[in-house]
């Protein structure tokens, strides 16, 4: 089962996809970091230099994940139909 569940598609979250190269997804609430890196990187084919989570009041969590500098998070979204 995959740990990733779907990617936010906020007004916040499009400006991050740009500044800072990061993706945001909500997860399973059990979720460790290195799953959710290791999960994205086989589902995109990208490398991950870092993950961030914060857990939500109702029962989930939000994942921001940086992308390292060589790959771009605009094409991520691209796949994910976000812009």
Not at 70 to 77: E, F, P, Q, S
Request: aromatic residues 8%.
């Amino acid at each position: 089962m995959s740990v990733l569940r779907y990617p936010l598609a906020t007004e916040k979250v499009v400006g991050l996809i740009d500044r800072q190269n990061t993706i945001t997804y909500v997860v399973n609430h059990d979720a460790t970091k290195s799953e959710i890196k290791s999960d994205f990187e086989k589902r995109f084919n990208v490398k991950v230099s870092r993950v961030n989570t914060v857990e939500m009041p109702k029962n989930f969590k939000k994942a921001f994940i940086k992308l390292a500098p060589n790959y771009k998070a605009g094409d991520v979204a691209v796949k994910l139909k976000l812009v």
